[in-house]
């Protein structure tokens, strides 16, 4: 079981900057008749996978992450001259590399087919760069938000769902949006999934203070299953911002 620190450092993020399919039950998400597209790994980097077998609403993905010692411009201009050369021709329809600034990344992307390739790159020091490399599979697939075995309270609303398998776990993490209060919901699941069988494992506060909006993490476990929920504040907006990750093992 991950320690409550870990899973604030990965969910309370995550929540902050999402502001600006059946119940996992097919063996892969990402299987299909048309071989996924290989994309080449940066110059001079650690690349390592975030999932090589996950949905985002409903659309299959694999994502990588990379840390490189080349700089974010030569990560842009190796992608664009692999997508410009020979050995990958666009054919009709499709394109063969678009660089697009976007705040402190840079994407560069480019179609396959039922594909849609992408590198986010960002400079991460003089002279290295950190992104990620992600593959989608758009022609054949409805984005769907399937929210099933994942417990919300009555009004919230889905905005992001994301499905994995990663060595046998199956991980369902979903992002709500409620305009019920902080301490509202985070009522809701303590009443709820206690009656469900769910044994609360940690738990940990943050309050309010200047600049620094409230938030609510905790670890459920039970059987084969760990249930983690974050909770945080949009004052701007009066929402409540829900993030559960259900993970079976």
Not at 186 to 202: D, K, V
Request: hydrophobic content about 40%; overall charge positive.
């Amino acid at each position: 079981m991950r320690s409550t620190g870990v899973i604030l450092r990965h969910f309370l993020p995550a929540l902050l900057c999402l502001l600006g399919a059946g119940a996992l039950a097919q063996a892969s998400f990402t299987q299909g008749s048309t071989p996924w597209p290989l994309i080449p790994d940066p110059p001079k980097a650690k690349v390592e996978w975030v999932s090589d077998d996950m949905r985002l609403n409903g659309i299959p993905m694999r994502v990588q992450r990379f840390e490189s010692t080349a700089s974010k411009e030569e990560i842009v201009a190796y992608y664009v001259a692999y997508w410009r050369t020979a050995q990958v021709p666009a054919k009709p329809g499709e394109t063969v590399a678009a660089v697009t600034p976007h705040g402190l990344d840079t994407l560069v992307a480019r179609t396959h087919g039922p594909f849609y390739s992408r590198v986010k790159v960002r400079s991460a020091g003089p002279g290295r760069s950190e992104g990620t490399i992600s593959t989608s599979q758009l022609l054949g697939t409805e984005p769907t938000l399937d929210t099933s075995g994942v417990p919300s309270p009555g009004g919230a609303r889905p905005v992001n769902v994301v499905e994995s398998i990663d060595n046998g776990k199956r991980n369902k993490q979903v992002l709500f949006f409620s305009r019920d209060s902080l301490l509202s919901v985070a009522g809701f699941y303590q009443q709820s999934l206690r009656a469900g069988g769910w044994t609360l494992l940690q738990e940990q506060s943050v309050a309010a203070a200047a600049g620094v909006q409230p938030a609510i993490v905790r670890m459920y476990g039970r059987k084969q299953q760990q249930l983690d929920i974050a909770l945080g504040v949009d004052a701007s907006n009066g929402l409540t911002l829900i993030n559960a990750n259900l993970v079976t093992y």
